[in-house]
């Protein structure tokens, strides 16, 4: 149980330290890489497909 509230406690302060000494500024590079990422994909998130060997 330690353990689990001690990583709870670390991003509880890893977040109030962005918002109040940062101003956000490692959240919103996060956000950013996933709108990057999702642009990448063309806009509709990240596809995922499977290619029927089975067919000829």
Known sequence: MR???LIAAAAA???IWDQ???DGHVMAGIEHSFNDA???AGGTGIQI???DF???
């Open 20 to 22: 109040l000494a940062n």
């Open 3 to 5: 353990p689990i509230l």
């Open 38 to 40: 999702t642009d990448f």
């Open 49 to 51: 497909s499977f290619h």
């Open 13 to 15: 302060a890893f977040f």
């Open 54 to 56: 089975t067919k000829p």
